[in-house]
Nanobody, 124 residues
Framework: QVQLVESGGGLVQAGGSLRLSCAAS????????MGWFRQAPGKEREFVGA????????YYADSVKGRFTISRDNAKNTVYLQMNSLKPEDTAVYYC?????????????????WGQGTQVTVSS
């Protein structure tokens, strides 16, 4: 069992930056690929990016590529989402998720555990 807790959300102006954290419980954190998703009001949850179990590989949705960076610290059981050059359309609740497959984690049904989410609001 893995419990995930996101933090770091808030209100930021367009062009600004935020770093989200996702802290995991348990001793098996490094056994999971980690993903970030987001859900805006009235929209479906969408994939943002993922990081491999070791942290050596990442991939991102086209909408955030070049602006967002995912990293992880397995010693601290934490994954991060650095968000730069934020846009109003990035406003959403952001969720971290854990899954067994790095290549499949971009699909929500392929995840095993979810955090409760953290709100990010970008003002124009």
């Amino acid at each position: 069992q893995v419990q995930l807790v996101e933090s770091g959300g808030g209100l930021v102006q367009a062009g600004g930056s935020l770093r989200l954290s996702c802290a995991a419980s348990g001793r098996t954190f490094s056994s999971y690929a980690m993903g970030w998703f987001r859900q805006a009001p009235g929209k479906e949850r969408e994939f943002v990016g993922a990081i491999s179990k070791s942290g050596s590989s990442t991939y991102y949705a086209d909408s955030v590529k070049g602006r967002f960076t995912i990293s992880r610290d397995n010693a601290k059981n934490t994954v991060y989402l650095q968000m730069n050059s934020l846009k109003p359309e990035d406003t959403a609740v952001y969720y971290c998720a854990a899954g067994g497959s790095y290549y499949a984690i971009n699909k929500a049904p392929n995840t095993d555990y979810w955090g409760q989410g953290t709100q990010v609001t970008v003002s124009s």
